[in-house]
């Protein structure tokens, strides 16, 4: 069973602070790598995708991937008490997405 | 505007009534997606399609039916529901390129409950 694993947290950060996610894979074919947000009983929107290796910067958030390890990371700098949400890690190979549980971000004011 | 549409939004129904959940994207997406969320058990994918008339399992398929007869439109099908298959459940489209998918875009929801 292929698996994408995720720390459920919740991961407690004061506002300013930089929030690491993690997630493991191991599907060792997987291509493509995502992050989504997903705020309770909203559907997931995309933060960051990636897909070779080393890190992707956009704004405050930055991916990493490292496909040896089979691991992949969110770094949100500067965490803003709106990014208090559940972050989804997917990973996708030839057609099926996987999904991490996902981890619950609470960035205290 | 972009964007993937599911209705109803809400329902409730009673075991063994049929139902259908449509999905409409307006992105020319090649790619279209069920997903059925559940605490604890995160998104899991029910039934994929990688452009019309072709379409494949997920990881949870049981109990569900789809079909993809024109690009924009991927309806998820429940013949008899039963309770375990009360849920939320996504829609999701994604652009394409040879066998590689790309980010996601999802539906705004459809909470199912079924008694």
């Known amino acids: 069973q292929k698996e994408v694993e995720q720390n459920s947290g919740p991961l407690s950060v004061p506002e300013g602070a930089i929030a690491s996610l993690n997630c493991t894979y191991s599907?060792?074919?997987?291509?493509?790598f995502f992050w989504y947000r997903q705020y309770s009983g909203k559907s997931p929107e995309l933060i960051m995708s990636?897909?070779?290796?080393g890190d992707k910067e956009d704004g405050r958030f930055t991916a990493q991937l490292n496909k040896a390890s089979q691991y992949v990371s969110l770094l949100i700098r500067d965490s803003q008490p709106s990014d208090s949400a559940t972050y989804l890690c997917?990973?996708?190979?030839?057609?099926?997405?996987?999904f991490g549980t996902g981890t619950r971000l609470k960035v205290l004011a | 505007e972009a964007q993937v549409t599911q209705n109803p939004r809400y329902l409730i129904t009673v075991t063994g009534k049929k139902l259908t959940v449509t999905c409409s994207q307006n992105?020319?997406?090649?790619?279209m997606s069920w997903y059925r969320q559940d605490p604890g058990l995160g998104l899991r994918q029910i039934y994929y399609?990688?452009?019309?008339?072709?379409?494949d399992k997920g990881d949870v398929p049981e109990g569900y039916k789809v079909s993809r007869k024109e690009k924009r439109n991927f309806p998820l099908i429940l013949e008899s529901p039963s309770p375990n298959q009360t849920s939320l459940y996504f829609c999701?489209?994604?652009?394409?390129?040879?066998?590689?998918?790309?980010?996601?875009?999802f539906g705004p929801g459809t909470r199912l409950t079924v008694t």
């Open positions: 992105m020319n997406h090649e790619y």
């Open positions: 997917a990973v996708t190979g030839t057609y099926k997405y996987i």
């Open positions: 990636i897909y070779s290796n």
């Open positions: 399609s990688m452009n019309v008339e072709v379409t």
């Open positions: 599907d060792r074919v997987s291509q493509s």
């Open positions: 999701a489209s994604s652009p394409t390129a040879g066998t590689a998918t790309y980010e996601q875009y």
